[in-house]
C-alpha cells in the first residue's frame, strides 16, 4: 500500500497564502486521480481538489478561483497552493488517491486572525 506524508500546513491570517506538498512512498504515475481533502473540526471529510495523470483538475465550489493543485510523477509529489486563506479553511488536509487507500496524518492549516 503506498503511503502519504502531507506537509506545509501551519496558522495564517485570512487572506494569506500556504503550500501544501504530500510525498507518496512509491509511484504516483500508477495513481489515475491524486486528490487533497480536508477534515474540520465536527465535519466530514471532503474531497478539496483532484487531479488526473493527463493534468485534468476539478475544484470544490467552495475553493474554487484561490487553490491551484499540481502533482509531479517525477518526484512522487502533488501540492496544493491555498491562496487568499479563509477562516472556514480551517481543516486538517489530507492526500490520497481516488478511490483512496490509507490515509496519512495530514496537516493542519488554521485560518485566523
Not at 493527463?54 to 499540481?70: E, L, M, P
Not at 480551517?90 to 493542519?108: E, F, H, I, L, R
Request: net charge positive; proline share 4%; hydrophobic share 30%.
Amino acid at each position: 500500500q503506498v503511503q502519504f506524508v502531507e506537509s506545509g500546513g501551519g496558522w495564517v491570517q485570512p487572506g494569506g497564502s500556504l503550500r501544501l506538498s504530500c510525498a507518496a512512498s512509491r509511484r504516483i504515475s500508477s495513481i489515475y486521480t491524486m486528490a487533497w481533502y480536508r477534515q474540520a473540526p465536527g465535519k466530514e471529510r471532503e474531497l478539496v481538489s483532484r487531479i488526473t495523470n493527463g493534468g485534468r483538475t476539478n475544484y470544490a465550489d467552495s475553493v474554487k478561483g484561490r487553490f491551484t493543485i499540481s502533482r509531479d510523477n517525477a518526484k512522487n509529489t502533488v501540492h496544493l497552493q491555498m491562496n487568499s486563506l479563509k477562516p472556514e479553511d480551517t481543516a486538517v488536509y489530507y492526500c490520497n488517491g481516488v478511490p483512496t487507500t490509507d490515509w496519512g496524518q495530514g496537516t493542519q492549516v488554521t485560518v485566523s486572525s
